[in-house]
């Protein structure tokens, strides 16, 4: 594993990278809103897609970088997130198909940016599809993985508090056990990367 940092518009963020023998892709992960890129679920994903031969790249935030466990707005977070998925695509991921995603907040990030950034599929590790708020009807973010054009792995705990988005003709849902964390069964969740990211590879 090998960390490079890289300027965005709004600081140093720091890429994490865990290259494949042979490549065939790349998998590029952001983290979650208070987490960072050593969460059990990321790491389940990484080692099954490089069983794959899929290089992975996980990705610190600019505020997690300095030190902030608060996340930025989400204009800031989806800017710094393309400025460094296009770096890696021209430096160290060049010349590889690119699938990303994350946890969390990651997967919102990536699912917002699909489109500028690429990528050719998406996953999505414990997406928080309803979010808690104290006297108001909760507002889905369904649209944002709606948006999504390309095809979408979700891997959702079966007791998510946050809820359990539903599946589409391009979306994948697999219910593991456990909850939001996903640290219940780390072995399944490597295990519905490696089955879903197959069909994302050219033979």
């Known amino acids: 594993m090998t960390q490079l940092d890289i300027e965005t518009p709004h600081g140093l963020a720091r890429a994490h990278l ?6 065939r892709a790349a998998l590029v992960l952001g983290h979650g809103a208070g987490g960072g890129v050593t969460a059990p679920d990321l790491v389940a994903a990484t080692d099954a897609a ?3 031969q899929v ?9 997690r970088v300095a030190g902030r466990r608060a996340p930025a707005p989400s204009r800031q977070l989806d800017a710094a ?3 460094v998925v296009e770096q890696l695509r021209t430096g160290a991921l060049g010349g590889l198909p690119l699938i990303a995603g994350g946890r969390s907040l990651g997967a919102r990030v990536a699912c917002r940016t699909a489109e500028v950034t690429g990528a050719a599929g998406i996953v999505c590790l414990a997406f928080p599809l309803l979010p808690p708020r104290r006297g108001k009807p909760p507002q889905s973010r369904l649209p ?5 054009k390309v095809p979408v792995l979700v891997v959702q705990g079966e007791r998510d508090r946050f809820g359990i988005p539903p599946e589409s003709a ?10 939001h964390s996903l640290r219940t069964d780390p072995e399944a969740v490597a295990a519905a990367v ?10």
């Not at 944002?144 to 999504?148: D, I, K, N, P, Y």
């Not at 089955?195 to 033979?203: K, N």
């Open 18 to 23: 865990h290259p494949a023998e042979g490549p």
């Open 50 to 52: 490089r069983a794959e």
């Open 55 to 63: 290089s992975v790249a996980l990705v610190e935030q600019p505020y």
């Open 81 to 83: 997130w393309t400025a």
């Open 144 to 148: 944002e993985l709606e948006a999504v």
């Open 170 to 179: 391009t979306r994948r849902v697999v219910l593991v056990p456990g909850d």
């Open 194 to 203: 490696r089955d879903w990211l197959p069909s994302m590879l050219a033979p």
